[in-house]
């Protein structure tokens, strides 16, 4: 594993686990589990390659909120579990950038 981190402005990442051992096809970004969600939700993505993962969340207006994912990552399947107790309920993307793939879902904080 190359260097992994997670920062989040007012919300916490309580873990960037590894969830497969195999080598994805394709980048791919999940949707949130549960959505919608009070307060904690889970977020899986897949990386073909190795390379600089980011992972940010965003408001209804495009503000960026949070960081929750910023590092190297290997090829693999990961899990990004996010606790947003501390952000009011509504509508926020969330948006993987990674090797010039990106990608964005939408969820819902219900509280």
Sequence with gaps: MLFRSGIARYGLVTGINPISSTTPDNYSLGQNYPNPFNPTTNINFSIPKSGLVTMKVFDILGKEVATLVNG??????????????????????????VNGFTEVKRMMLVK
């Design 72 to 97: 190297n990552f290997n090829a693999g399947s990961y899990t990004v579990d996010f606790n947003a107790s501390n952000y009011s309920s509504g509508v926020y993307f969330y948006r993987l950038d």
